[in-house]
C-alpha cells in the first residue's frame, strides 16, 4: 500500500520504506488486514500522524506520537534509520499513541505560609490502587493540603476551605507530609516528631466540616518528613530525619502504647497549647520502627502489587527494601546521591528516585537486576523532592523540584545516553521531559535562581483533577494533565 500522508511530503522522496503500524490501545487500532504502509523516508511525527489519521478515516485529527522499538521517534524516520543501522528495504514497526496533552493552569489556592503537602480525594483517587474504594463521589472531590503554619486544609474544587485541623490537640509545628487514608480520616506527620490520624466529618447539614486528632503515635525522635497509607490494612509508614522507617497501625485497638520517654508531658503540653482532657486524642506506639539507613529517611512508599514490602530512601544514597511481617532489611541499592523523593512504575519493574543531584534515577528493586540505575531523567536544575506517577500511563511520571517547577515525563523519550547515566552500563539512556509547568504566582514577574520563593514541595496527579503541586510561593496549584488525548472511538474502525 502506497499513501501521501500530508500535503506538502510527497511520495516524490528519494527513499521510501515500508512501516507497519500498530497499537495496543483500544478503539484506535487499524483493520487487522492492513499490511505495511510505503512512505517516504523523510516524514517526521506530524506526518505521520496525519498518515494514521487518514488511514483511521478521523474526520477530527487526533495528535499520535511514534513508539519505534519501545522509545519515542523524535526525528525523520530517515534518521532514525541511520542512527540505528537500519535498511530502508526491512518493515520498520512503528506504534501509535495518543500524544499526551499539555498540562494547562486552571487554579490556585491560596495560604499563609508554605504548602509542605498536597493529595487529592477523588472519584478515581490513587489511594485506590491499593484497593481503597472509599473515594469521593463525582463532584466532591477533596483537595488535602499541609502547611508549615501547623494546618490541614480540606479544599473543594471551588477553591472553599470546607475544613481546618482544630488547633486543640493538633500541630505547633509545620506539617511536612498528610495523606488521605479515607474519605474519613486523614493522616499527617510534622516538625513535632508526631504522626496525627484525623477525624473528617462532612455529615453537617449547613456543609460545614470538622476535623478532629483521633490518634496521636510517637516513636520517632525526629521530624516526620514523608508517610505512605495502605488502607485495606490500616498501615501506615512514617519516613523522619531520626534515619528510621516507622510502621504503625490506624486502629487504636491493634497499636502498642506509646513510648513513654517520648511523650510530652501534661506539664509541657499545657505550656504548648490549651487542650482540655475531652480533646486529648490516644497516644500508641509503633508495629516496629525500622532501623537501618545511616542519615535522614527521606521518602517511603509500600510495594504496589505486595503491602508486607516497603521501600525507603535516605540522604545516604540508598533505596532500601524491607519485609514488613518480620520488619527486616531484605536489600539495599546504593547510588551517587542523596535520594529525597519516591515513586513506583509497577508495570515496569521499576522504582524512580528523586535526587539532590537534580535528576531522577530509575531503580530495579529486584535482586536479579546487574545495576542500579536503569534509566536517568534529566531536566531539573534543582532538587527532585516529589514524585507521583501517572494514573493514565504506566510510562508516566510528575516531578516536583525546589527549581520552582514541575516536570513530565514519559519513560519512552529518551535520547541516547553515556555509560555514568546507567550506572554504569554500556548502553545507557536519558530521559526528557515531554513538558515543564511553571508557577503561575511568579510568570509576570520572571523565572528566580534556583527556584527561589517558589520551591516546589509536593506534587500528586489524579485522574480527574490533574497535577496537583504546593509550594515555597504558599500557593496549590493545579493544572490538567491528563496522560492522553482522549479518542472518539465511534470515528476509529
Not at 521510501?16 to 511525527?45: D, W
Not at 466540616?209 to 508517610?227: F, Q, T, V
Not at 530512601?313 to 542523596?338: A, E, F, I, M
Request: aromatic share 6%; charged share 20%; with cysteine.
Amino acid at each position: 500500500m502506497t499513501a501521501d500522508p500530508a500535503g506538502d511530503q510527497t511520495l516524490s522522496s528519494a527513499s521510501q520504506i515500508r512501516i507497519q503500524f500498530t497499537t495496543q490501545q483500544p478503539g484506535i487500532s487499524l483493520p487487522e488486514n492492513n499490511g505495511p504502509v510505503l512512505v517516504p523516508t523523510s516524514l517526521r511525527r506530524y506526518g505521520l500522524s496525519s498518515l494514521v489519521n487518514h488511514l483511521l478515516g478521523n474526520e477530527k485529527p487526533t495528535p499520535f506520537d511514534f513508539l519505534a522499538s519501545g522509545t519515542f521517534l523524535r526525528n525523520s524516520v530517515d534518521k532514525y534509520l541511520t542512527e540505528h543501522g537500519l535498511s530502508s528495504e526491512s518493515v520498520l514497526t512503528l506504534e501509535y499513541v495518543p500524544s499526551i496533552i499539555p498540562p494547562l493552569f486552571l487554579a490556585s489556592y491560596e495560604h499563609d505560609d508554605w504548602v509542605s503537602s498536597v493529595d487529592v480525594l477523588s472519584g478515581i483517587a490513587l489511594a485506590r490502587q491499593n484497593g481503597n474504594h472509599d473515594t469521593a463521589r463525582n463532584g466532591h472531590e477533596r483537595i488535602l493540603s499541609g502547611s508549615y503554619d501547623g494546618l490541614l486544609r480540606v479544599w473543594n474544587t471551588s477553591a472553599e476551605v470546607i475544613a481546618t485541623s482544630s488547633t486543640d490537640g493538633g500541630y505547633l509545628a509545620g506539617i511536612k507530609c498528610a495523606k488521605f487514608l479515607s474519605s474519613s480520616r486523614v493522616v499527617s506527620g510534622a516538625l513535632d516528631r508526631t504522626v496525627r490520624i484525623w477525624e473528617l466529618d462532612e455529615s453537617k447539614d449547613d456543609g460545614a466540616a470538622e476535623m478532629k486528632a483521633r490518634i496521636e503515635l510517637y516513636g520517632h525522635r525526629h521530624s516526620i518528613d514523608d508517610i505512605a497509607v495502605h488502607a485495606p490494612s490500616s498501615r501506615i509508614l512514617s519516613a523522619s530525619a531520626d534515619h528510621a522507617v516507622g510502621l504503625w497501625s490506624a486502629r487504636k485497638s491493634d497499636a502498642p502504647a506509646a513510648p513513654a520517654e517520648l511523650v510530652p508531658s501534661a506539664t509541657s503540653r499545657s505550656k504548648k497549647r490549651r487542650t482540655s482532657s475531652a480533646d486529648h486524642a490516644p497516644q500508641r506506639g509503633p508495629l516496629a520502627m525500622l532501623q537501618s539507613h545511616t542519615a535522614p529517611v527521606s521518602a517511603v512508599i509500600f510495594a504496589p502489587t505486595d503491602a508486607t514490602v516497603a521501600y525507603s530512601t535516605s540522604w545516604d544514597h540508598s533505596l532500601r527494601t524491607w519485609d514488613l511481617p518480620t520488619s527486616s532489611l531484605v536489600s539495599t541499592r546504593t547510588t551517587s546521591h542523596s535520594l529525597f523523593s519516591l515513586a513506583a512504575l509497577p508495570s515496569l519493574n521499576l522504582l524512580a528516585a528523586g535526587t539532590s543531584a537534580r535528576h531522577i534515577t530509575l531503580i530495579d528493586p529486584r535482586a536479579s537486576a546487574t545495576s542500579v540505575s536503569a534509566m536517568t531523567l534529566r531536566g531539573h536544575t534543582n532538587a527532585v523532592v516529589s514524585l507521583a506517577n501517572d494514573p493514565a500511563s504506566a510510562f508516566g511520571l510528575v516531578s516536583g523540584s525546589h527549581d520552582g517547577t514541575c516536570r513530565v515525563w514519559d519513560v519512552r523519550s529518551t535520547k541516547p545516553g553515556r555509560p555514568q547515566d546507567s550506572g554504569g552500563a554500556p548502553e545507557g539512556a536519558v530521559g526528557e521531559s515531554v513538558y515543564t509547568i511553571e508557577r503561575e504566582s511568579i510568570k509576570s514577574k520572571g523565572k528566580r535562581v534556583g527556584g527561589d520563593g517558589v520551591k516546589v514541595f509536593s506534587v500528586v496527579w489524579d485522574a480527574e483533577l490533574g497535577i496537583v503541586s504546593g509550594s515555597e510561593d504558599k500557593t496549590i496549584q493545579i493544572n490538567k494533565g491528563q496522560g492522553f488525548m482522549p479518542v472518539d472511538s465511534d470515528k476509529a474502525s
